[in-house]
């Protein structure tokens, strides 16, 4: 291997080191910025509709409390989507997020898990002065801070187990639907079965039944 491949190879592994230590410590959502400086960050980033961008393409309004929570609020609909809090630690910024939007069970948590990625990767980018990163955004920034306990726990398998079984939910409702539908049409031929059956006849209280046709 030549020279120049040692040395390539060598800071490829320096930066993995350093990526899982950072992770391992769970110390990649503090920030050397006074809180106050990191807040004004935050609270100026504001976030277009954009298809690459955190939230995608929708609306967002990015509204502080003056000190310490941003929330992230879908204009259109007056709903928080994320939140982010930020914690002073002497001259530095503990910054930590959650996002809850979009109901309950674990197809909504994994989405709830990606947003919380894109929403990390956004202030991180914010703060670091760079450019947000898509690619980044799948959770390589996220990998890096530690797990929020406010965040519903999410998974593709747990997901998938949960779209099967309302797979199997509905297809048993339709068949249900199917037998009662069928249920009814052999009701209603009966019912016609038996009016063709009597059809002249007429009846009148304490005489005998009389057949008018003939």
Avoid at 75 to 92: F, L, R, S, V, Y
Avoid at 190 to 214: I, Q, W, Y
């Amino acid at each position: 291997m030549t020279e120049q491949g040692d040395n390539m190879k060598t800071k490829l592994l320096g930066l993995t080191a350093l990526a899982l230590a950072t992770s391992a410590c769970g110390q990649g959502n503090l920030y050397p910025l006074p809180a106050d400086q990191a807040y004004a960050k935050l609270v100026a980033a504001k976030i277009l509709p954009s298809g690459t961008g955190p939230f995608g393409r929708l609306p967002i309004a990015v509204v502080g409390d003056g000190s310490s929570t941003i929330k992230y609020v879908v204009t259109d609909a007056g709903m928080k989507m994320c939140e982010a809090n930020i914690a002073a630690e002497g001259d530095k910024s503990r910054i930590t997020a959650f996002c809850d939007k979009g109901g309950e069970g674990a197809a909504v948590a994994l989405t709830q898990n990606l947003m919380r990625s894109r929403l990390i990767e956004h202030i991180d980018a914010t703060l670091k002065g760079r450019e947000f990163d898509p690619k980044l955004a799948m959770g390589s920034t996220a990998g890096g801070w530690p797990k929020d306990e406010r965040q519903a726990k999410g998974n593709i398998g747990t997901a998938m187990g949960d779209a099967l079984q309302m797979e199997r939910d509905m297809k048993r409702e339709i068949k249900e639907m199917d037998k009662m539908q069928e249920q009814e049409r052999a009701d209603a031929a009966a019912n016609l079965e038996v009016a063709k059956a009597h059809d002249g006849v007429t009846f009148e209280p304490g005489k005998p039944m009389v057949d008018t046709s003939k």
